[in-house]
């Protein structure tokens, strides 16, 4: 703190002294003699009460927010408004007050207010431009030294710009960039920030051999996510790459609200995707900005990015309940949340403790409790079917009620698409812990105030998250093969972790905001992220095949299992009762009505299943699903391994009839 007022108190005494000098040679310059010799004489007169003007403006325009480091055309701009705003004073001076009441002359005259102008923003601005020069430069020497990789980027103007940026300013170290590969046309024979554009991704092979032959051998390749989108041919870029010989890395965290640039090796799943659905970033950070946050099962795959995303958003604190200590400690000792301006705590926590759930959620007095903790592989669940019911019911009515005790302003219980017309005990624990939300909430909706909201998101097949189908097949590949798909005709929508963690906080934000305040005919309790055409899984397992460097089929074998107990065929994302409601001005995201049971109802639903689950008795479980589901299947269905018939939605056309899931 106390460099930090010094460093500031040394920048306005700079901009003072600069302001004085441009005055007194604006003097100089323009007049000479005994024009000269008058205005010198009452220039102590006139100068301080100047000087602390221009303090004022300076500070009004906030010259000393950024450091001269970063110095930026924003901040020219500063510094050209508040020159003009000082030369417009100088002209009220000068016409008004000076030259009528005490000279009766111009004291000043246009031409030079015009070149004070010049010369004050010359003062302010080009000692600035100047430091930051020399720190470039000798960033980039330091980095030059250090620059130990041969390095070819690959992507578009844009992306390249700020990846050379942070190789330069040295937050990317060790790479030494020899060329750039854009596939712009436009962008070929140019430079961006000394570095050629040597040609596009398809003359990866000739400019790597024509760097070698000059003796600079690439022995890395770099690309930005604009050299990984489908209009870019990804694929081929890495059967280049595999030719070659040459490791191919991305670069995450450009535009993401991370700390900056960083590289991570490509996986296979980062070109499997359709464009990743936009968010409103700034509406997520004022959302966020200062809001205490609670994450159940913030060690998990799930849970631990919607930790790093409420931090990068803003959040003032963050609590991560966890019942497991190394996914505890995981996050806890992830370097973006140590580097975090948040607060962030962890506790051991199991949410089957309802005592224990409440006083830690209670205590720590969140706005927003992001339900993730859940059992959710379903061969597991349909063998340890009490398990289930323990933690994906008990469990979420013991965080739902502690929320609402706690005063928390909105739930989001992280549930599947499973939980629509389910065969699975994952399916319909997931739908009756739906149904207690709901019912909840509408509780709440009758309470004065600003009562707690409670919803709902379904999510599908999370790239990256444990249990995911792509994993799998990939540790299939490297141990070479066969990759095993239960069925030929089985499809799937995919998100991106982070895309199903942007969508809880976009869920809680408009729950909390937009259907807080509507009709009860708008006030939507389940959201769902368009993930654009179902993927078949088959197809899946061959691209992945190929992506690997092997033939489906010749090399690689592609093996069908056959449906295990609780799979389907294909997924839905709305039950065909569940209302829609628009969501004006939120591009990517579903939403309906809520569709629940009597709150007397459930309560006797749940002392029923308390019940079965203490007896092990799994038929008088089933018939309180049964009768609580309606579309629930009967168990015989699942395990001849017959998919159910399967109801449409109302929903977009390529979103109907499939949604997402795990690999289960």
């Not at 009620?401 to 994952?426: C, F, H, N, W, Y």
């Not at 799979?567 to 591009?587: K, Q, S, T, W």
Request: hydrophobic share 50%; glycine share 10%; aromatic share 6%.
């Amino acid at each position: 703190m106390q460099q930090r007022l010094y460093k500031t108190a040394v920048m306005v005494a700079h901009d003072l002294a600069a302001t004085a000098a441009a005055v007194v040679l604006t003097f100089l310059f323009r007049f000479q003699g005994g024009m000269l010799a008058e205005r010198l004489h009452a220039l102590p007169l006139l100068l301080p009460p100047f000087l602390i003007f221009a303090g004022l403006v300076y500070g009004r325009f906030r010259l000393y927010r950024t450091k001269w480091r970063f110095a930026s055309l924003q901040d020219l701009a500063g510094i050209v408004r508040a020159a003009s705003v000082l030369a417009l004073a100088l002209l009220v001076i000068d016409w008004i007050l000076v030259s009528s009441d005490l000279y009766g002359f111009y004291f000043f005259g246009k031409i030079a207010i015009l070149l004070y102008w010049v010369l004050q923003i010359f003062f302010l601005g080009g000692t600035r431009l100047a430091f930051r020069y020399l720190k470039d430069t000798r960033s980039r020497q330091s980095s030059a030294r250090a620059a130990t990789v041969p390095t070819m980027l690959l992507g578009r103007g844009a992306d390249i710009d700020v990846l050379i940026r942070a190789i330069e300013a040295g937050s990317v170290k060790k790479l030494a960039p020899r060329g750039i590969l854009s596939p712009r046309a436009d962008e070929r024979g140019q430079f961006m920030r000394g570095v050629p554009v040597l040609g596009g991704f398809p003359d990866l092979e000739r400019v790597v051999a024509d760097l070698a032959g000059r003796g600079e051998p690439v022995r890395r390749l770099v690309a930005a996510p604009s050299a990984l989108v489908p209009e870019a041919a990804p694929d081929d870029l890495i059967a280049r790459a595999r030719r070659l010989g040459l490791p191919l890395a991305r670069v995450v965290g450009l535009g993401e609200g991370v700390q900056g640039p960083e590289l991570a090796p490509l996986e296979i799943e980062d070109l499997l995707l359709r464009p990743t659905v936009a968010i409103d970033r700034p509406h997520l950070e004022a959302f966020l900005a200062g809001r205490r946050v609670v994450v159940t099962g913030g060690g998990g795959s799930i849970g631990s990015e919607i930790c790093l995303r409420a931090v990068a958003f803003g959040a003032a604190a963050v609590l991560v309940l966890e019942a497991s200590e190394p996914a505890l400690h995981g996050i806890l000792s992830h370097p973006a949340i140590l580097g975090a301006g948040a607060e962030v705590t962890g506790v051991l926590a199991d949410i089957r403790d309802r005592e224990r759930t409440r006083a830690v959620i209670t205590a720590f007095r969140p706005d927003y409790v992001l339900h993730a903790a859940a059992l959710k592989q379903v061969p597991y669940l349909e063998r340890d079917w009490q398990e289930g019911i323990k933690t994906n019911v008990f469990g979420s009515i013991n965080v739902a009620e502690a929320a609402v005790a706690a005063g928390a302003r909105a739930l989001v219980m992280i549930s599947t698409d499973k939980a629509i017309e389910p065969v699975s005990q994952l399916g319909v624990t997931k739908r009756f812990a739906e149904m207690v939300a709901q019912a909840l909430d509408a509780e709440q909706s009758a309470r004065p105030g600003h009562p707690t909201r409670l919803i709902a998101v379904r999510f599908g097949n999370v790239l990256g998250s444990a249990g995911s189908v792509v994993p799998v097949f990939k540790a299939q590949i490297a141990r070479g093969g066969p990759v095993t798909v239960t069925h030929p005709d089985m499809v799937r929508y995919f998100m991106t972790v982070r895309e199903a963690c942007d969508l809880v906080l976009t869920a809680a934000s408009h729950a909390d905001g937009e259907a807080r305040g509507g009709a009860e005919a708008e006030r939507a309790a389940v959201y769902v992220l368009k993930m654009g055409q179902p993927v078949r899984i088959a197809e899946l397992a061959e691209r992945m095949v190929r992506l690997a460097g092997f033939e489906p089929g010749a090399e690689i074998e592609i093996a069908y299992t056959g449906a295990r107990p609780g799979e389907r065929l294909n997924e839905i994302l709305f039950a065909r009762e569940e209302p829609r409601v628009a969501l004006p001005g939120i591009d990517g995201v579903m939403a309906a009505r809520p569709v629940f049971a009597d709150r007397d109802q459930l309560d006797g639903w749940v002392a029923r299943l308390r019940d079965a689950v203490a007896a092990g008795d799994r038929a008088a479980a089933e018939a309180v699903f049964e009768a609580a589901v309606p579309h629930f299947r009967e168990r015989h269905a699942q395990r001849a391994g017959r998919a159910p018939a399967i109801g449409t939605v109302t929903a977009d056309a390529p979103l109907a009839g499939a949604a997402s899931a795990a690999i289960g």
